[in-house]
């Protein structure tokens, strides 16, 4: 009979990626309420991200390197989200 030994962690996996699409769809949605404008808004809430969730991922002793998805690679997502969208607010204020 076959056994599926990895169910759980693909199914922990696709749950951060649920999470992490649901906040930003969140983040987006007060980015756009911001009244210092979109991408600077987004980029704060962005930094915001990154924080809660790496403090989030300290508390909850999680592996920064494991074999499934957790609050770290949220924090790299986030972060690497934040120097774009930084990045790209310098480009266009000039």
């Known amino acids: 009979m076959a056994q599926l030994p990895n169910l759980p962690q693909e199914l922990r996996s696709i749950q951060?990626?649920?999470r992490f699409?649901?906040?930003?769809?969140i983040l987006?949605?007060?980015?756009?309420?911001?009244?210092?404008?979109f991408g600077r808004s987004?980029?704060?809430l962005l930094w915001m991200s990154t924080i809660l969730s790496a403090v989030i991922g300290f508390m909850r002793r999680e592996a920064p390197f494991d074999k499934v998805l957790?609050?770290?690679?949220?924090?790299?997502?986030?972060?690497?989200?934040?120097?774009l969208v930084s990045g790209y607010n310098q480009t266009v204020a000039f």
């Open 16 to 18: 951060v990626l649920v």
């Open 21 to 25: 699409c649901l906040r930003m769809s």
């Open 28 to 37: 987006a949605v007060f980015a756009a309420f911001g009244s210092t404008g």
């Open 42 to 44: 987004l980029a704060a």
């Open 70 to 83: 957790n609050h770290w690679d949220e924090t790299v997502a986030y972060a690497a989200l934040c120097c």
